[in-house]
């Protein structure tokens, strides 16, 4: 059942005019991300989707959607196909499912919303399909989330210390939906159509509105050393001698820092069961007299492989370690490995599933807190959000790109670091062994970056956090309330039909 105030849309909700919609909502919202990063056209991307779902059913939709999927995430995520057509081809499917489940739903809760509220329809499931993509299945997987095409929105991004990155989804996908209902009935009900568009003006200018804090705590000097690692290769213990020599050879370039962090990929090996890698390692943290976080393999050899972040005190002797608590499946893990390894040889890439860490440690220089959050774990705002309860007042992103070659994977990859910055209005030394590496500021802004394959060393002046903003305490309660809305949205017409006393 479609709004009737809509039955004089001609061929908008038909099966060809749908799989177009999706195809020009999918391509636009690529470009909204790195390479292109056309941030401006999110607002507008997905106009086409929403005019063809607000009026068709629900095989047309599903085509629509299935279009806009499979266009989106296969552009996105082209870098995946450098490990092979199998994984690149299960996530893109994968990705296009949940955009398929979620409008599948959003018909569901059209067709029973009364009419003034149906356009909040499409930003609701929109937004609940990222927030359960990003959970499931095996962990979820984040990448592509609307809200991260604002990451160069500074407007935008005050909104994130309230509500994480999903109150940017929300907002971006309800802006697209509402200029798309304004579209629908310019002609029927105009003054309607003008109320939506003064709509989209307040939800894209509010957020300058809104306090925010900056920090206050003492400040200190970072040296990112971001050593290199040959191109063209997916065997990340070919080179580790060249890889070890580069941090190290960079690392004599400091003058004076208060912390000295290399980053995942710097050891692919245990330097603590390695010789030579731990006299090499000791000997620069006993020139610079200043303490390491150093990224490492930990357990190579053994039953244990751990990723994990090393913090060497700068009197030389070991501190506390930080083990990668959300795992890349795929990557890092193969799951339901004895049913898929015989059937996909790229699996026997990746011998020995890793172990996961449990627990969110935060480490300690004379100046402040911080947390070292791993690669693929700053795409998790929740996990994040549990270094800084346990304390971090600066963030430390450690990466390793260097199987992705000179694709978009570690541009994109910088946005995440961009909405975290902005969430907890914390600095974030995002460093990475081949690139990118960049600093970014509370707001958001990228204030320093490395190009790709370059050896390089940042040294930015950094300041902790004294507070911790409103998403830190409260959560992802964003997209818990979207759920709320969704459930009640689809029990409302049995209430409805309940006999009065």
Known sequence: MTDPELSDTGKLGSLPAGILAGVVSGAACFFAFPPVDAWLLAPFALIPLVMHFAVAGRGSVAAASAAFGLVFNGALLYWIRLFGPAPYVALTIVQTLWI???????????????????????????LLQEFFRSRLPWGGFAWGGLGYTQ????????????????????????????LAYALLIRRSRPRRAMGYAAAVLVLGLFPGLLPVSSPGGESATIAMVQGNVP????????????????????????????????????????????????????????????????????????????????????DG????????????????????????????????????????????????????????????????????????????????????????????????????SQLRAAEQRMWVAHTSVSGISAVVDPEGRVLERTKLFEPALLTPEIRFADSTTPYARLGDWVPLAAIGAVIGFLVLPFIRRRPSK
């Not at 610079?288 to 053994?302: C, E, K, S």
């Open 100 to 126: 398929v489940l979620a409008l599948q739903v959003g018909l569901l809760i059209r067709d029973r919303m009364p009419e003034p509220a149906r356009f909040l329809a499409f930003p609701l499931v929109f």
């Open 151 to 178: 990451h160069d929105n500074l407007l935008a991004l005050k909104l994130a210390p309230y509500t994480g990155v999903w109150g940017l989804t929300l907002v971006v996908a309800l802006i697209n939906c509402l």
């Open 231 to 314: 191109r063209n290769t997916l065997d990340p213990n070919a080179d580790d001698d060249v890889v070890v020599a580069n941090h190290l050879r960079i690392t004599e370039r400091i003058d004076d820092a208060d912390l000295v962090v290399w980053p995942e990929g710097a050891f692919d090996v245990d330097p603590l069961q390695r010789p030579g890698y731990r006299e090499a390692l000791l000997e620069a943290v006993e020139a610079q007299a200043t303490p390491f976080l150093v990224g490492a393999i930990l357990g190579t050899g053994t039953g244990e492989v751990r990723n994990s972040s090393l913090f060497v005190n700068a």
């Open 317 to 416: 002797t070991p501190g506390d370690s930080y083990t990668k608590q959300r795992l890349v499946p795929f990557g890092e893990f193969v799951p339901l490995r004895n049913f898929l390894q015989p059937r996909f040889q790229d699996l026997n890439r990746i011998p020995v599933d890793m172990t996961p860490g449990t627990e969110s440690t935060v480490f300690e220089i004379d100046q402040g807190r911080f947390a070292s959050v791993i690669c693929y774990e700053s795409t998790y705002p929740d996990l994040v959000r549990s270094f800084v309860q346990n304390g971090a007042r600066m963030l430390v992103v450690s990466a390793n790109f260097s199987s992705f070659d000179m694709s978009a994977a570690s541009a994109q990859h910088i946005a995440f």
